[in-house]
């Protein structure tokens, strides 16, 4: 079973700032993992995604995340925050082996600060 | 390409009420689909997830059913809304077999 935890329900830093939410997940068995994003009373949109191969992905709107193994963590960052980045993010995991679902975190709320 | 998407954009309904949100997909087939519920401040709960035609599963048990009529079609039903039922409902395809999938724009329920 997968399971993913987001650290903070809620971020906030300013214009300009460097952006990190955290996303640890739980995998028996090799993950595939997502970010998505979702702007007020909108779906979700799929931001990245790390399937197979480098373990840095680069993804929509200068986003990135790495996973890395060893720390069970896919951390999604961005260098310099913009006001049009504030909305909740959503860390996302399935497994590859196995009738699996995508199992979603609680979602991070990221406020930018003018 | 593909497009997904839901109807109403928005819903205001009394308690006891019956609900029917639809939701298609076009520019695919035989895609996996499902039924998300955002409760206001809160996470994504799976509800309903579907393989294909007349193949639901249910993930949580509650008032609400779901129906598979076509292929690219799937329908969130109630036949009596409860207050606790008010959320933001998401409809989603999953591609291929990696695992990501797509969502439509959402309906706002609120029950009143």
């Known amino acids: 079973a997968q399971s993913v935890t987001q650290l903070g329900s809620h971020v906030s830093v300013s214009e300009g700032a460097l952006v990190l939410l955290r996303c640890n997940y739980s995998?028996?068995?090799?993950?595939?993992l997502f970010w998505y994003v979702q702007y007020p009373n909108q779906g979700l949109q799929l931001l990245l995604k790390y399937t197979t191969g480098a373990t840095l992905v680069k993804g929509i709107n200068g986003f990135e995340a790495e996973f890395k193994k060893s720390e069970t963590s896919f951390h999604l960052t961005k260098p310099s925050a913009h006001m049009s980045d504030a909305a909740e993010y959503f860390c996302a995991v399935i497994g590859v082996q196995g009738a699996q679902k995508l199992v979603f975190g609680q979602g991070t709320r990221l406020t930018i600060n003018p | 390409s593909q497009t997904i998407h839901q109807w109403p954009a928005t819903l205001v309904q009394p308690v006891g009420s019956p609900l029917s949100l639809e939701c298609t997909v076009e520019?695919?087939?035989?895609?996996?689909l499902y039924w998300y519920r955002q409760a206001a401040g809160r996470g994504l709960q799976l509800l309903f997830y579907?393989?294909?035609?007349?193949?639901i599963s249910s993930e949580v048990p509650q008032n609400l059913s779901a129906s598979r009529p076509q292929d690219r079609q799937f329908i969130l039903s109630s036949k009596k809304l409860l207050l606790s039922d008010s959320g933001f409902y998401l409809c989603a395809w999953e591609a291929g077999t990696l695992g990501e999938q797509y969502f439509g724009p959402g309906t706002r329920l609120t029950v009143t």
């Open positions: 520019g695919t087939s035989n895609p996996n």
């Open positions: 995998s028996s068995v090799p993950p595939y």
């Open positions: 579907s393989v294909g035609i007349g193949q």
